[in-house]
C-alpha cells in the first residue's frame, strides 16, 4: 500500500482530469449531460459527510475533490452551446431514483447504509452519461476521465485500512472513470446518431 497522504496526491490528480473536463465544456468540445454532472456535484459532498461521520482520515477528501470539477461542468455547459446535450425523460427517472437513495440516508442515519445509498444514489444518476458514451463517444474525452481514474487509482492503493466506509466510494469512483474512460477512446463510428 501507498502512504495515506498519495490519497490527497490522487485526489488533486484526479480532479485534474475533472478541471480538463470542464474547460473541454466550456470550449464545447464534450456534451455533458446536466443532470449527471449537477448530481455529481451534490453526492460526493454526500459521502464526505458520511466519512467524517466515521472518522476516516485523508482518504476522505478524494471523495470531497470529487465533487468540485463537476460544479465547473455545470456552469460551462450552460454558457457554451456547442457543449449543449439534450436532456432525456429517462434522465430525469435516473435523477428521481437517485434523490430517493438520498432520502433513504436521511432516515437511517446509519454511516455505512448512508454511504451505500450514496454510492447508489450516485450510479444511478451517472447512467445517464454512461449511456450517452456508449452510444456517441464523441460527445466524451477519454484522456479526462483516464487522468481521474489514475488520481482514484493512487486514492484506492493508500487506503490505510480496508473497510467498507474507507474505501468503498473511491474504489467506485476509480471503476467508473476508467469505464467512461474505454467507453469514450471508441471510434464514432461504432456510435449511434444523436436523437
Not at 480532479?15 to 443532470?35: C, E, Q
Not at 435523477?95 to 454510492?119: E, K, M, N, R, Y
Amino acid at each position: 500500500m501507498l502512504p495515506e497522504y498519495f490519497a490527497v496526491i490522487g485526489s488533486v490528480l484526479a480532479s485534474m482530469g475533472g478541471i480538463y473536463y470542464a474547460y473541454l465544456t466550456f470550449k464545447g468540445r464534450v456534451k455533458p449531460n446536466k443532470v449527471t454532472w449537477f448530481f455529481w456535484g451534490a453526492f460526493p459532498m454526500i459521502a464526505f459527510a458520511a466519512q467524517l461521520s466515521q472518522g476516516v482520515g485523508l482518504i476522505a477528501w478524494a471523495t470531497f475533490v470529487a465533487g468540485a470539477p463537476p460544479v465547473l461542468v455545470l456552469i460551462g455547459s450552460f454558457f457554451s452551446k456547442e457543449a449543449y446535450w439534450q436532456t432525456r425523460k429517462i434522465d430525469y427517472g435516473f435523477a428521481a431514483a437517485g434523490f430517493l437513495s438520498i432520502i433513504a440516508w436521511q432516515v437511517t442515519h446509519i454511516p455505512d447504509i448512508a454511504l451505500t445509498c450514496a454510492l447508489l444514489a450516485d450510479f444511478l444518476v451517472a447512467l445517464p452519461t454512461l449511456i450517452k458514451a456508449y452510444r456517441f463517444p464523441e460527445t466524451e474525452n477519454g484522456i479526462a476521465y483516464g487522468v481521474s481514474a489514475f488520481g482514484f487509482l493512487l486514492a484506492v492503493l493508500a487506503v490505510p485500512e480496508w473497510t467498507y466506509r474507507n474505501a468503498a466510494f473511491v474504489i467506485y469512483l476509480f471503476l467508473l472513470n476508467l469505464c467512461l474512460a474505454v467507453i469514450a477512446v471508441r471510434r464514432p463510428a461504432a456510435a449511434g446518431k444523436p436523437e
